[in-house]
């Protein structure tokens, strides 16, 4: 798939910012990546960050010392002047990340003009990350409207299902107003 090897892990909010507060972010995202933190352990980071007492943090019963590591990290960026706003954010980029597959699945199973075998199909393809042709056709014409390669590198344990989903969610969604066919070739 075109520039699948490209897409960030963790998208990043518009806007200009000044090279420390970029890289603030920066390091910000790589702890949150290394530690594995979701979004619901980096809202309660800031949460921390910003003086909420950790037994009044809702939906947090035990937060790991990783979380408390991030806080302290947040508010001393804070501290030099990177602006809340930029983790506040990074917090709903990263929650918007992590619902990209649920937002495939309902593309797939409730947008999509497509059969039931179809449908199972493009689900295979996400949760069993397999490699292949997806071929698109019109079923009036028989047309090939698209066709996606979905490289070996796509299906790999190391790929993340949420830049796989991003990409299959941004081609497919063109055709969400129409009756299509699918057929995949896997590799």
Same mark, same amino acid.
């Not at 890289?23 to 921390?48: P, R, T």
């Not at 996606?148 to 941004?170: C, G, M, R, T, V």
């Given at each position: #798939? %075109?520039? #699948?090897?490209? +897409? ?8 200009? $910012?000044?090279?420390? %507060? @970029? ?15 979701? +979004?619901?352990?980096l809202f309660a980071a800031y ?9 009044? *943090?809702?939906?947090? $019963?035990?937060? /790991? ?12 960026? #804070?501290?030099?002047? #990177? &602006?809340?706003?930029?983790?506040? %954010?990074?917090?709903? +980029? @990263?929650?918007?990340?992590? !619902? ?5 699945? $309902? ?12 449908? /199972?199909? !493009?689900?295979?393809?996400?949760? /069993?990350?397999?490699?292949?042709? !997806? ?8 047309? %090939?409207?698209? =066709? *996606? @390669? =979905?490289?070996?590198?796509? &299906?790999?344990?190391?790929? &993340?299902?949420? =830049?796989? &989903?991003?990409? !299959?969610?941004?081609?497919? +969604? ?5 009756? =299509?066919? *699918? ?5």
């Amino acid at each position: #798939m %075109e520039n #699948m090897e490209n +897409s960030p892990e963790i998208p990043r909010g518009g806007g200009e $910012t000044d090279s420390l %507060e @970029k890289s603030q972010v920066d390091s910000l995202i790589a702890f949150a990546k290394q530690h594995d933190i979701g +979004s619901d352990e980096l809202f309660a980071a800031y949460q921390i960050a910003m003086g909420i007492p950790p037994n009044e *943090i809702e939906g947090q $019963t035990a937060i /790991r010392e990783k979380v408390y590591s991030l806080a302290q990290k947040m508010g001393e960026h #804070m501290q030099s002047g #990177m &602006a809340v706003n930029r983790i506040v %954010e990074l917090i709903s +980029s @990263k929650r918007d990340y992590e !619902l990209i597959p649920d937002t495939y699945y $309902t593309l797939v199973d409730h947008v999509l003009q497509v059969t039931e075998n179809e449908k /199972r199909v !493009l689900r295979s393809i996400l949760e /069993r990350k397999r490699a292949g042709t !997806l071929t698109v056709i019109d079923p009036k014409s028989r047309t %090939e409207l698209e =066709i *996606i @390669k =979905i490289p070996q590198q796509a &299906a790999s344990k190391d790929y &993340a299902p949420n =830049i796989f &989903a991003a990409e !299959l969610i941004q081609i497919l +969604s063109k055709f969400k107003d129409q009756r =299509i066919e *699918i057929v995949f070739e896997p590799l």
